[in-house]
């Protein structure tokens, strides 16, 4: 038996330093740098959210056990016990379901202030405010394409940009407006799209998908893009295709 | 609504039809309960191998394809005569029950929908209306959620927004019933036990991240519950349950390769545990390894080809061929395993898996980590996975509290077959962390990369700590 935990120990105490050695590493990066190992330790430490929770939960779990103590074994303790801290635990989870829910725009720049976030025929009205023009050019080409689609102007006015992308959005809102086409085929605003593809860049945000219709999805013009995961390319053939009558 | 409802009591009556094969075999609630699941993962698997054969997806091939698939299932049922007569009132029971709650997920009419949800949408209409795989998308996910968006384009429905709820809903069934009676039902007592799985799924499913990837279009929550069948099944059988829970663990493992990009590596996991292992037959290891191998080869082999000229971020057709090395790599452990005088090395394959990831992430880290950049990536991937897994990432005490169950159960008793889940969350947590400084769109909150992929690997931690502590706390009846 001890030579098999000698050997166990042996096997496995190098792993455990390599492991060590990398969770040290990450942590002396992450000190001081940004706060983020401040952040951690005060949920933990500080906030109700972390340490004091479960330990919470701990002396809960052994009170109801020490509660029943008299009258039951020391299995049925230790169940008592285990089955009270998972309660607790359940508790604690649903306690935090109303701020969380609320917590749908998840972007790094907004990451301490939570908003509920607009529905997306509002914020498409909202945004259609700040560039009417767009919108009914955009409309007009999707009319051409398919009467019944929705054609989300683009660029957005700065400020109309986190506003509707990449967001918690209800389904019937989705099944109404489905799906998003974007025209693309002006040159003017490819040189828009570019402009904010590069500011908004796609490693650091999240970004929209995007549907560009194109006579010609080969064209030069589109190289940019063609390793983007978040824009594809279809020809007006392929959209006419498409089952767009999704009211039921 | 109507179309979508068809479809997916389609995929039930399919997936039962097949399990039904071996209800000699297997526990009535498991036959159930993996009914959903596996039907869900055999549509998928037709349609790749139509597409892979090069045969054109339209809605009369698709049609035809899966009335053809069911109706040979039913023939094989007729001829094994498993439909008794005190067989059709369960049977009916629980296709009345699934098409009720499809019913109330269809009519509560809520998803989330994000871009990548957007992205998966198109990906399946792509697939159903191109006339070659797109090389784009496949570079970026698996192929398996597209073909499952596929069918909205078949049968003029927007997208399969029933299909996650009623996933989550086979999840927790699947996963409370098998924290009921991990080792049989035998002298176990139905309250007490029902009560401890039962609020075990519970504090799961208080988890608002783990609520929310209930409606939420995405591969995560499909992931999860696959890469967990997979391992439970093959967990089922090394501890000696009948060999049906290997073509579980198969298909189910398949299935998650083809759902994510990184599924492949991640699979090689329970395939390295799984040549290791003194537990199994040769017979039985080679089925799983020969069937794995050749599934992923052959579509990686596709690939290969549908990614020539094409530089994938992700996946190319370099890459594709690295796969297929890797598989046959291991095609290739497994015969030597079987030599006699290498048989005994057998047992440091887990032990050697868990340095080569070690290693791998501290080259990682090392090379990516001494640059000033490379800090910085630092910094951001692990500071806001930290962050995220605390507070933001929308998994409440969750993790909080496994975290010091996990430290609590590795003191406690050992349970049959553990290693295959100690190794197998090891070695995710490794591959994990060397994956987590390649990733892109990380931000605090939860819809991180990298705070989504723990949705990946929950299910079989939770499985792991609440069995111990479930193995300790009823001592005298889960021996």
């Given at each position: ?26 942590l ?37 056990g ?49 908003k ?17 023009g ?95 995961r978040?824009?594809f ?7 006419k ?8 | ?75 094989m ?58 090389a784009?998308?496949l ?11 596929s069918a909205?384009s ?9 299909l996650y ?25 139905l ?63 398949l ?36 069937s ?29 061929l ?31 898996m ?25 910094i ?42 100690a ?17 892109g ?39």
């Amino acid at each position: 038996m001890m030579n098999k935990k000698l050997k166990n120990l042996i096997l496995f105490l190098p792993l455990a330093i390599v492991v060590v050695f990398n969770v040290v590493f990450i942590l002396t990066h992450l000190k001081g740098k940004e706060d983020y190992l401040h952040t951690a330790l005060r949920i933990v430490l500080n906030d109700f959210y972390g340490l004091q929770s479960v330990a919470f939960g701990v002396v809960i779990a052994i009170l109801c056990g020490l509660g029943l103590r008299r009258k039951i074994s020391g299995a049925a303790f230790l169940r008592c016990v285990f089955l009270a801290f998972l309660l607790f635990m359940i508790a604690v989870n649903l306690s935090f379901f109303p701020e969380l829910n609320r917590d749908t725009q998840g972007q790094e720049s907004k990451r301490f202030r939570r908003k509920r976030t607009p529905h997306l025929e509002e914020a498409v009205r909202s945004s259609a405010a700040k560039s009417a023009g767009a919108i009914e050019r955009y409309l007009q080409l999707g009319a051409d394409l398919n009467g019944k689609t929705l054609i989300v102007p683009w660029p957005p006015e700065d400020g109309a940009y986190g506003s509707f992308f990449g967001f918690v959005v209800p389904r019937a809102v989705v099944r109404k407006n489905y799906p998003y086409l974007i025209g693309a085929d002006d040159l003017e605003f490819l040189k828009t799209l570019n402009a904010r593809t590069s500011r908004f860049s796609i490693k650091d945000k999240m970004t929209e998908s995007i549907v560009i219709v194109s006579e010609d999805p080969d064209a030069e013009e589109f190289t940019l893009f063609r390793n983007d995961r978040t824009i594809f390319f279809f020809s007006p053939e392929i959209v006419k295709r498409l089952p767009m009558n999704l009211h039921d | 609504m109507i179309n979508q409802f068809l479809f997916l009591f389609f995929l039930e009556v399919l997936g039962l039809s097949f399990m039904v094969l071996f209800k000699k075999n297997l526990d009535r609630a498991y036959l159930y309960l993996l009914s959903f699941p596996m039907g869900v993962s055999l549509w998928a698997f037709l349609i790749l191998i139509l597409l892979g054969a090069g045969v054109p997806v339209r809605r009369g091939a698709v049609l035809a394809a899966s009335f053809l698939m069911l109706g040979f299932f039913f023939l094989m049922d007729l001829r094994k005569k498993v439909f008794s007569r005190e067989e059709w009132l369960p049977l009916a029971i629980l296709l009345l029950s699934f098409a009720a709650l499809c019913f109330v997920f269809l009519s509560l009419n809520y998803s989330f929908f994000t871009n990548d949800s957007w992205g998966l949408v198109a990906g399946g209409r792509t697939i159903a209306l191109s006339t070659r795989l797109p090389a784009r998308l496949l570079a970026e996910t698996g192929i398996f959620s597209f073909i499952l968006h596929s069918a909205g384009s078949f049968w003029h429905f927007d997208y399969l927004y029933a299909l996650y709820p009623m996933i989550a809903l086979f999840l927790v069934l699947f996963f409370i019933y098998s924290l009921y009676a991990p080792f049989g039902k035998k002298k176990i007592s139905l309250n007490r036990h029902l009560a401890f799985s039962g609020l075990a799924a519970l504090f799961l499913l208080s988890t608002f991240f783990i609520l929310l990837n209930s409606t939420y279009i995405h591969s995560n929550l499909l992931y999860g519950f696959y890469t967990f069948i997979a391992i439970f099944g093959l967990w089922k059988r090394l501890r000696g349950d009948h060999s049906v829970w290997l073509v579980v663990s198969i298909l189910a493992l398949l299935s998650s390769v083809f759902i994510r990009v990184e599924g492949p590596l991640v699979a090689l996991i329970p395939v390295i545990l799984l040549i290791s292992t003194r537990e199994l037959s040769l017979k039985d290891k080679r089925i799983y390894v020969l069937s794995v191998t050749l599934a992923v080869s052959a579509w990686f082999l596709k690939l290969f080809f549908v990614f020539s000229g094409f530089t994938g971020k992700k996946l190319n057709a370099d890459r594709s061929l690295f796969v297929i090395l890797i598989y046959l790599l291991c095609l290739l452990g497994l015969w030597l395993s079987e030599k006699r005088g290498l048989a005994r090395l057998r047992s440091y394959g887990p032990p050697a898996m868990l340095y080569a990831l070690a290693f791998l992430w501290s080259y990682f880290i090392w090379t990516k980590g001494m640059s000033m950049k490379g800090g910085d990536l630092i910094i951001r991937r692990y500071g806001i996975l930290l962050v995220n897994i605390l507070r933001d990432g929308g998994w409440g005490i969750t993790w909080m509290a496994l975290f010091f169950l996990f430290i609590a159960a590795l003191f406690m008793a050992r349970f049959p077959q553990e290693s295959l889940f100690a190794y197998t969350i090891l070695s995710f947590g490794l591959l994990f962390n060397s994956l987590n400084l390649f990733r892109g769109g990380w931000r605090v909150g939860w819809g991180d990369s990298g705070n989504r992929m723990l949705v990946h690997i929950i299910f079989i931690l939770g499985f792991y700590i609440f069995l111990k502590f479930k193995v300790m706390i009823f001592k005298n009846e889960t021996s």
